[in-house]
């Protein structure tokens, strides 16, 4: 199931900033608009990598607390956000395309789309996974915040089904 997750966030991530910035996604510049180029495909779709599989870290870690939160975004997120500023202007020259990036909405826009479509698909199957495919520690753990017993009703025959 993973695996299959990971394919549709990859396709997500490459699709959504490779129909928006090629073949018609137009930047305005000082010198009117012009066309976008890969270069601002490419940083669109590995910064949603990077949003993507923290978010993914996030959601999935079970004992998540602030001490984490604050180190997953300051060392993940935010290295990132350092190394990708520090490398345009710096290191590599790619025709400022960075400062490009960041000067137009459509590169916010496109990554809150391909970001916010694999957190709808994650949840999707989350929920989907809960509700018809239980494991025995989610429905214990509903169960619990319905404040039921397992011994109640038919709770017992349910979790010896689920257990098997």
Not at 50 to 59: D, H, T
């Amino acid at each position: 199931m993973w695996f299959l997750i990971g394919c549709f966030h990859a396709s997500i991530v490459y699709l959504i900033p490779l129909y928006t910035f090629v073949n018609g996604g137009i930047l305005g510049g000082d010198d009117g608009p012009m066309t976008s180029d890969m270069w601002i495909m490419s940083l669109c779709s590995y910064t949603s990598v990077i949003f993507v599989v923290s978010l993914k870290l996030i959601l999935s870690s079970r004992a998540m607390t602030l001490v984490h939160l604050v180190f997953m975004i300051s060392t993940s997120i935010g290295l990132y956000i350092v190394w990708m500023w520090a490398s345009d202007s710096l290191l590599y020259d790619t025709s400022d395309t960075v400062i490009e990036a960041h000067s137009t909405p459509l590169f916010y826009l496109t990554l809150a789309c391909s970001v916010c479509a694999c957190f709808v698909s994650d949840f999707f199957v989350k929920s989907m996974n809960f509700l018809f495919w239980p494991s025995p520690n989610e429905y214990l753990r509903d169960l619990i915040s319905k404040k039921q017993s397992i011994d109640e009703g038919d709770n017992r025959s349910r979790f010896d089904k689920i257990w098997k």
